[in-house]
């Protein structure tokens, strides 16, 4: 049986604002698949806010790969994404500082939950593959850690 760690509290705004919420880890990310139905001639998969997905939607991106490659390397300061691999697949690798997880997506109905202060990153198959990513925020570029060690740096400030 896997023992969770320990939740850590964090200070997202400032330390005299008095809002707190637990620091997420590798723990909280969650690999879920959508409910779907299929005929001989199509298959739906769904997704919807408040049961599989545990945010409101306010964004949505579809990443197409040209190539083999490898995208994301950030992390996010409030953001809490949700991704599903369309067409092809791809590895999401995911990081907390001290531990990384790693899911492979290859099917429209898995759907990877990754909450805010985590480091991910995704390898992408080849040039076919879609990304679709779900977000609880607008883009703002300033909500993005773009740097490993920045991350880290962040990532270990918010925490007391």
């Known amino acids: 049986m896997h023992k969770q760690a320990p939740k850590v509290m964090v ?3 400032n330390k005299d ?5 637990p620091i997420k880890t590798i723990d909280d990310v969650r690999l879920v698949r959508a409910p779907f139905v299929f005929d001989e001639t199509a298959e739906l998969s769904i997704f919807q806010s408040g049961s599989l997905i545990p945010f409101d939607i306010r964004r949505i991106f579809n990443v ?3 190539t083999t490659t490898k995208r994301g390397r950030h992390a996010h300061k409030l953001c809490s994404q949700a991704m599903s691999c369309l067409v092809g697949g791809c590895r999401v ?4 500082g001290t531990r990384r ?4 997506l290859e099917h429209p109905s898995q759907l990877l939950i990754v909450p805010p ?3 991910c990153e995704q390898d992408y198959d080849d040039s076919s593959t879609i990304l679709m990513v779900m977000c609880d925020s607008d883009y703002d570029e300033d909500e993005y850690l773009r740097d490993y060690e920045t ?4 990532r270990q400030s918010v925490m007391f």
């Open 101 to 104: 997880g790693s899911w492979r």
């Open 93 to 96: 690798t995911v990081e907390d």
């Open 64 to 66: 197409h790969a040209r």
């Open 117 to 119: 202060l985590l480091w």
């Open 151 to 154: 991350f880290r740096a962040y």
């Open 11 to 13: 200070h997202l705004a």
């Open 17 to 21: 604002s008095g809002i707190r919420l």
